[in-house]
């Protein structure tokens, strides 16, 4: 790689490291351990200073002097620093009060998960985490800000944050996120540490949520805008703000109503007649058992799907064994569909029992690149009985394998790229992905049964109507039970899931864009390239291609998919 580039690359992801500290204890890199995070306007405006002088070198460099590899990498380094710096210059710290994205959740997802591989380091994580009370301050501080800016919250959302910490500071000490970071197991110091930090939990950590906690219920709260008035929209400058998350989470310049246009399509045009054709398939394997429901009845049919006790988990154990088994066929023919495959493995985990009530049904958390912590797929075990057994396999299929985990695990080992374009990425490309694996999985055989396959569509229905709903409340100025109401007449997703989906989609604007616009590009790239190959296409290939570069941007993708065709074509002459 050009030495200008690589230097580049490396002194802005050190950069980023330095202003993310646990993000880079997260990926390996123990030389900020002993820090965390600092979201002051004063630490934001040099960080923003350091990314515009970064852009202008990167800037300066003349494409035309790089091979393809390099082309890629000079494209994504500087789409990331402008996603970085409008970021910044669109204040969207003073957003974050959220039960997703605000610092309390991310400081509770993410500290039992970090690893502190040798003595030096674990002692250093007791000076971090003495910190809290100063990043929650901190927070405080911009959300107060936000408000005298008329950037009032989501009150439904600000009730998600409160009610997410009350449950974390009921927990029993000994069971806090902070004791469970992964320290040194034969250390000496291992339990002098533990007491420390137990100490410190007690005496410092647990007080700041607290004062946090009573901050969001006191001050933001009884600010917060009504469930009439939910989306970004009604904030200042909040068209500007929308359009900003569209193409940060998109890399495309699609406008709120031709997204909005798009979903409608597929929901209520393109994905009706795939129900009928499964729903026949699947009752008529009943015989006797058959429900007396018409599969062309959309309403009935979703009615059905929702509350049938035959489609609901019995307890968590089921949950659990349906997601791991789907992982362990996976891994089984995943090397039939994919040339270059992950070291990394990945386990199942219950989503912690203080997050769980306001957490999405499943996410996923990515291996340590050092090894020392697996993939790990959390799927929330809350509330069984509610959940659908339908959607349990697509949703593994999803988060894991060969949705996100073989995806990110990929990435994360190349060797040949910076350590930015390992790590970093968009999100349509990433969650396009792992939609794009939802349907995969079915060219697998990886589905166990009809119900399995009807669960599929209802994974699919539910992405498309994220691209209604979410232009629906940020830019046509939808209420929230106007998008719980499309959920409920358009997809089969059941309503307990329902309302912390709209909630979720409230507090990440544009976040929800990005799973359908990403995986309707790779399905355009991979129809192109077959009817441009023919007989010659491999799916091998193409997947290689597509997984090879790291999370690019849609533009990018479609570069790389171009190139290996015309590669391709020079090939078999």
């Known amino acids: 790689m050009s030495e200008q580039l690589n230097d580049l690359a490396d002194r802005y992801w050190k950069r980023v490291l330095w202003e993310n500290p646990t993000l880079a204890t997260f990926y390996g890199v123990h030389d900020h351990d002993d820090r965390l995070e600092d979201l002051s306007t004063e630490a934001e405006s040099a960080y923003r200073y350091d990314l515009i002088g ?3 070198e990167v800037e300066a460099i003349d494409p035309s002097t790089l091979s393809a590899p390099e082309r890629v990498t000079r494209s994504l380094l500087l789409n990331q620093i402008d996603v970085r710096v409008e970021a910044i210059d669109l204040r969207l710290v003073e957003l974050a ?3 997703m994205d605000g610092p309390h959740a991310q400081l509770l997802m993410a500290a039992p998960l970090l690893t502190y591989p040798l003595p030096e380091h674990a002692l250093a994580s007791i000076e971090r985490y003495s910190q809290i009370p100063r990043l929650l301050g901190q927070a405080l501080d911009r959300f107060r800000e936000g408000l005298a800016a008329g ?3 989501v009150a439904a959302v600000i009730a998600r944050s409160v009610n997410a910490l009350d449950r974390y500071l009921d927990t029993d000490i000994v069971n806090d996120p902070f004791l469970a970071a992964s320290v040194p197991q034969d250390w000496d110091g291992r339990d002098p540490w533990l007491i420390a930090m137990t100490e410190l939990v007690r005496d410092e950590i647990r007080p700041a949520f607290d004062v946090y906690r009573n901050v969001l219920r006191d001050e933001l709260l009884p600010a917060g805008r009504d469930e009439t008035h939910p989306g970004i929209c009604w904030i200042p400058d909040g068209e500007a703000i929308y ?3 569209i193409h940060s989470y998109t890399s495309t310049r699609a406008s709120a109503q031709e997204l909005h246009d798009i979903g409608r399509m597929i929901i209520e045009s393109k994905l009706p007649t795939e129900y009928e054709q499964a729903a026949t398939r699947w009752f008529d394997g009943l015989g006797d058992a058959r429900p007396d429901v018409d599969p062309a009845d959309l309403s009935a049919l979703f009615d059905f799907i929702r509350n049938a006790p035959q489609l609901r988990h019995t307890d968590a154990a089921e949950i659990i064994d349906i997601a791991t088994s789907s992982i362990d066929r996976a891994n089984a023919v995943t090397p039939e569909w994919f040339g270059r495959l992950p070291v990394a493995r990945c386990e199942v985990s219950p989503v912690p029992d203080f997050l769980a009530a306001d957490s999405p049904y499943a996410y996923y958390f990515p291996a340590a690149p050092d090894g020392t912590r697996p993939g ?3 799927i929330n075990t809350a509330s069984p009985t509610d959940a659908s057994r339908a959607e349990a396999e697509s949703i593994a299929f999803h988060e894991a394998i060969p949705g996100h985990h073989l995806q990110i695990a990929i990435s994360q080992e190349l060797d040949d790229v910076p350590d930015f374009q390992k790590h970093e990425g968009n999100t349509a490309y990433v969650e396009g992905w792992a939609l794009y694996a939802e349907r995969l ?16 569509l209802a994974a699919d229905s539910w992405r498309s109507a994220r691209l209604v709903v979410d232009t629906g409340i940020h830019a046509l100025g939808w209420s929230r039970q106007q998008a719980i109401d499309y959920f409920r007449d358009n997809t089969p997703v059941p309503m307990d899931q329902v309302e912390s989906e709209v909630d979720r989609y ?4 544009g976040q929800a864009l990005s799973y359908k616009v990403g995986q309707l590009e790779i399905e355009r790239l991979r129809a192109r390239s077959v009817e441009r190959l023919g007989d010659a296409f491999s799916i091998k290939n193409f997947h290689d291609t597509v997984l090879g570069s790291g999370a690019v941007t849609l533009p990018v993708l479609a570069e790389l998919v171009e190139e290996s065709l015309q590669t391709a074509f020079s090939t078999s002459k």
């Open 97 to 99: 009060s959220d039960h």
């Open 151 to 153: 950037r009032t919250p």
């Open 376 to 378: 790990t797929y959390f």
């Open 54 to 56: 970064l852009r202008d």
């Open 441 to 456: 999985a079915d060219e697998m055989g990886l589905y166990s049964d009809e119900v399995a396959r009807i669960g599929m």
């Open 506 to 509: 409230i507090a990440i604007p």
């Open 243 to 245: 359009d900003a998350f």
